[in-house]
């Protein structure tokens, strides 16, 4: 009777494809982190411009 090897996993391809998920993941979060990170406001609408004159006004 004759065996044969026969892999039935490819640990390669799978590591490969295991640290390509790895870097996409800390990509998105390094993004993620400078947008929650920037503190740019947002231009004075009229409701805040508003509700700013009433609380100084008492």
């Known amino acids: 009777m004759n065996t044969h090897f026969l892999p039935l996993v490819n640990w390669g391809l799978g590591t ?3 640290a390509i998920f790895a870097v996409v993941c800390v990509i998105l979060v390094a993004v993620i ?7 740019k406001k947002a231009p004075n609408t009229e409701s805040t411009k508003e509700s700013e004159h009433t ?3 008492p």
Not at 33 to 39: E, I, K, Q, T
């Open 55 to 57: 609380n100084s006004n």
């Open 16 to 18: 490969i494809m295991i």
């Open 33 to 39: 982190y400078s947008l929650a990170s920037s503190d």
